[in-house]
T-cell receptor, first 114, second 115 residues
Framework: TQLLEQSPQFLSIQEGENLTVYCNSSSVFSSLQWYRQEPGEGPVLLVTVVTGGEVKKLKRLTFQFGDARKDSSLHITAAQTGDTGLYLC??????????????FGRGTQLTVWP | DAGVIQSPRHEVTEMGQEVTLRCKPI?????LFWYRQTMMRGLELLIY????????DSGMPEDRFSAKMPNASFSTLKIQPSEPRDSAVYFC?????????????FGEGSWLTVV
């Protein structure tokens, strides 16, 4: 059973288009992270959101954490070929004040065509 | 500063053989994580250490898997005996203080194929 469901699994679009990918769970997380992974490399952290309803912007990327801290979305405006990659969301739990586990979704494979 | 360093990058081995994957975390980081990535299951946490002590190994698939961190700059993940279903990319990652607001740095992965 996957704790975090990401959709869509695959997304293929033209350069310049907008897109949104989703990360959903029935569980509440203390924080949620988004990563991008390119072929042959490890995931690279893009952003961490910690407060329900929080919105963070990273250039053309907008990340939102759901009010109930169970879901998140990533919106890309005017996609570029350099945005191609596997986008992973990861939800964090805590054990008291210390680190808990980080659960990853399976990811959305984004391909942006010129 | 060098990132997380993993070796080997690629390994092909026969079923039943012992496999040892190695990781050097970023200097000064006090958390180290081992993940496994497959198409079917995505990225799974196997085990993580804090200050060289294993904190949570509930993701380790079975007794054939073991991980050690003898010091702050080195960790190993061992599979003995290996099976074809162990074929995956194994990532090591490290972070400082492990707070989720901090960045977790992944290595480039060890691509394991068991035939």
């Amino acid at each position: 059973t996957q704790l975090l469901e990401q959709s869509p699994q695959f997304l293929s679009i033209q350069e310049g288009e907008n897109l949104t990918v989703y990360c959903n769970s029935s569980s509440v997380f203390s924080s949620l992270q988004w990563y991008r992974q390119e072929p042959g490399e490890g995931p690279v952290l893009l952003v961490t959101v910690v407060t329900g309803g929080e919105v963070k912007k990273l250039k053309r990327l907008t990340f939102q954490f759901g009010d109930a801290r169970k879901d998140s979305s990533l919106h890309i405006t005017a996609a570029q070929t350099g945005d191609t990659g596997l986008y992973l969301c990861a939800g964090a739990t805590r054990r008291g004040s210390t680190l808990g586990r980080l659960y990853f979704g399976r990811g959305t494979q984004l391909t942006v065509w010129p | 500063d060098a990132g997380v360093i993993q070796s080997p990058r690629h390994e092909v081995t026969e079923m039943g053989q012992e496999v040892t994957l190695r990781c050097k975390p970023i200097s000064g980081h006090d958390y180290l994580f081992w993940y496994r990535q497959t198409m079917m299951r995505g990225l799974e946490l196997l085990i993580y250490f804090n200050n060289n002590v294993p904190i949570d190994d509930s993701g380790m698939p079975e007794d054939r898997f073991s991980a050690k961190m003898p010091n702050a700059s080195f960790s190993t993940l061992k599979i003995q005996p290996s099976e074809p279903r162990d074929s995956a990319v194994y990532f090591c990652a490290s972070s400082f203080k492990g707070l989720w607001g901090n960045t977790i740095y992944f290595g480039e992965g060890s691509w394991l194929t068991v035939v």
